[in-house]
Each structure stands twice: as C-alpha cells, then as structure tokens.
C-alpha cells in the first residue's frame, strides 16, 4: 500500500474515531496486535476485559502481509497496538502514522539477536530491521519478559485493570519458566545438537538450549537457497549424522524434502510459530509439539 494512501485512510479512521474508542460497546479495552504471538500475549494478560484483534489472518504468512482499509481502522481506534517493529513493515507503518503513542514494542524490552553471516546469506537480511532476528517468542524466557511488561504497558493505558492485567502476566510467566524447564531437560540429553531447519527462525531457541542452527535459506522464509547453499547444507548434514530436516507450517516443504532424500533423511514439522493452522492449538501446546519433534529428530533420551 502507498503511504499517501496509508495515510488518508488512517486520517479518516482518526477521524471516524476521534471521540477515542478505545472501549468496544461492551466496555472492553481493545487491543490490536500484528501476529498470532502477540494475540496469545495479549488475551491471556487481558482475560475478559479486553478485545484483540489480530491484523494477521489465521494461516497467512505474517512476513510482508498488508493491511486492509478496516485493518488500517483498526489501527487507529485501538487503545493498544502490540507488535515487533521491523517484522512487518505495514504494521509499522501504520503503527507510526497512527498509534505510535499507543503502542508496545515487544522488541523494545528485550535483547535481539543479531542476525549471522549464515543467516544472513543472499539478500533476506535487509527484510530484517537493523539485521535483527524478530523470533523471540520461541525462547520461553525472553517471551516470559516480554509478558510482564506487556502487562504493564496495558495497565498504563487502562489502568482501571491494571492490577487484574499483572496477576494474569505473573500466571503466565510460571508456565513458561515450566516450559522453559521442560525444554532444558529435555534437550541437554540429545545425541545431536545440529538443527537443520528450511529457514533460521530457530535462533532464540537454539541458542537457549545449546544447540546449532543450520538454515537452508535466511530470516525470510519463502526465500529460495543457492545451489552453493544447498550443497552447504547437505554436506554439513552429512558430517553431522543428520537425521531429520524440519520444515515449518506456513511454507512449501519441497526444499526440505530434496535435502532429505539427498543425504538420507526424513523430514518433520518445526512450528516457528509465527501464525496458528487451522487455530488448532495454542502458544504451550505447539511449543510442546516443537519439542517433541526436536527430541524424536536429535536422538534426546
């Protein structure tokens, strides 16, 4: 979407919103969030005193989504907007036109990983703000950060909840230090630490549990490898005893499959997360999922 037009549509959404409907006619406090991470933060700190809304549909692929006139509305009228700045680039946009003094900027309270060489292969590291990694939700201990000043970022600007919107965070951050726990067990046992993924969303996690991730393309995942990289990959692969190549759920496995049949593996699933299928699930049970594929793939006793 050009921004002149961006910026029309979101001075009429002002507009139609200046009375400041940041309460839905039911007297919840709204909350507008880029993608299904930040829904899941959101509607378990807001409980029933909130309404989310995702400006990412379920089963479309968050990276370079845009955003409808009535997205765009939504935007603007929200008490709220939570995103990662440098993810989406229409979200910011919007974001910035509109609700940059209404927003909360996961990225903001934690530290980003910057992006390597290996993931930065080719030109997808420019679709990365600053060559930062953005998937931090898949580390349980920084997402259980991220939680708690989300929490208090949504009691500032409703602060009639705000001690209701502190106990769900303190709630939630118990289960993810749990899954963060049952991860560690978990993983510190695995006969191999090599993770070969279709593409480097697996960073946080790796580098929480200690282990090494081999992407077949960068951050971007629709990206297309080099042959070079590709022959990278498999020789790597094969040095490593490689068992298993993970593809994820929002993307064509084809190009994890060729590198299976070429070094003699097979392929499962790894959900970077990044949007539910289906809406089956939640945030623990995929994240469970994800550990038990790693935990079959890396031999973990």
Same mark, same amino acid.
């Given at each position: 979407?050009?921004?002149?037009?961006?910026?029309?549509?979101?001075?009429?959404?002002?507009?139609?919103?200046?009375?400041?409907?940041?309460?839905?006619?039911?007297?919840?406090?709204? +909350?507008?969030?880029?993608?299904?991470?930040?829904?899941?933060?959101?509607?378990?700190?807001?409980?029933?005193?909130?309404?989310?809304?995702?400006?990412?549909?379920?089963?479309?692929?968050? /990276?370079?989504?845009?955003?409808?006139?009535? =997205?765009?509305?939504? +935007?603007?009228?929200?008490?709220?907007?939570?995103?990662?700045?440098?993810? =989406?680039?229409?979200?910011?946009?919007?974001?910035?036109?509109?609700?940059?003094?209404?927003?909360?900027?996961?990225?903001?309270?934690?530290?980003?990983?910057?992006?390597?060489?290996?993931?930065?292969?080719?030109?997808? /590291?420019?679709?990365?703000?600053? %060559?930062?990694?953005? /998937?931090?939700?898949?580390?349980?201990?920084?997402?259980?950060?991220?939680?708690?000043?989300?929490?208090?970022?949504? %009691? =500032?600007?409703?602060?009639?909840?705000?001690?209701? &919107?502190?106990?769900?965070?303190?709630?939630?951050?118990?289960?993810?230090?749990?899954?963060?726990?049952?991860?560690?067990?978990?993983?510190?046992?695995?006969?191999?630490?090599?993770?070969?993924?279709?593409?480097?969303?697996?960073? &946080?996690?790796?580098?929480?549990?200690?282990?090494?991730?081999?992407?077949?393309?960068?951050?971007?995942?629709?990206?297309?490898?080099?042959?070079?990289?590709?022959?990278?990959?498999?020789?790597?692969?094969?040095?490593? %005893?490689?068992?298993?190549? &993970?593809?994820?759920?929002?993307?064509?496995?084809?190009?994890?499959?060729?590198?299976?049949?070429? +070094?003699?593996?097979?392929?499962?699933?790894?959900?970077?997360?990044?949007?539910?299928?289906?809406?089956?699930?939640?945030?623990?049970?995929?994240?469970? =999922?994800?550990?038990?594929?790693?935990?079959?793939?890396?031999?973990?006793?």
């Amino acid at each position: 979407m050009r921004r002149p037009l961006l910026a029309a549509l979101l001075m009429l959404a002002a507009l139609a919103g200046c009375g400041g409907q940041a309460a839905t006619a039911d007297g919840k406090f709204q +909350v507008v969030t880029a993608f299904y991470p930040l829904q899941f933060l959101s509607e378990r700190i807001g409980g029933d005193m909130v309404s989310v809304t995702n400006l990412t549909k379920p089963g479309a692929e968050p /990276h370079d989504i845009e955003l409808t006139p009535r =997205q765009v509305g939504d +935007v603007a009228q929200a008490g709220l907007a939570v995103y990662i700045k440098g993810f =989406q680039p229409a979200v910011d946009e919007a974001i910035n036109l509109e609700a940059k003094d209404k927003s909360f900027n996961a990225a903001s309270v934690v530290p980003l990983l910057k992006l390597d060489g290996e993931e930065e292969h080719g030109h997808e /590291h420019e679709e990365a703000a600053g %060559g930062e990694d953005p /998937h931090v939700w898949l580390d349980p201990v920084r997402f259980a950060t991220i939680a708690g000043k989300l929490a208090e970022r949504m %009691g =500032q600007a409703d602060p009639a909840h705000a001690a209701d &919107y502190t106990g769900r965070a303190n709630a939630l951050v118990g289960e993810l230090e749990a899954l963060n726990t049952e991860f560690a067990n978990t993983l510190k046992t695995c006969e191999r630490r090599e993770l070969v993924t279709s593409h480097t969303a697996f960073a &946080y996690l790796a580098e929480r549990y200690d282990l090494h991730q081999v992407g077949i393309t960068g951050i971007s995942p629709e990206a297309e490898p080099s042959p070079q990289r590709l022959a990278a990959v498999a020789k790597e692969a094969r040095e490593t %005893g490689t068992t298993t190549i &993970y593809f994820e759920t929002l993307v064509s496995p084809a190009v994890a499959e060729t590198l299976a049949r070429e +070094v003699g593996a097979k392929t499962a699933v790894l959900d970077p997360l990044e949007g539910l299928v289906d809406q089956k699930g939640d945030y623990f049970s995929v994240m469970r =999922q994800n550990l038990a594929a790693l935990t079959a793939g890396l031999g973990c006793k």
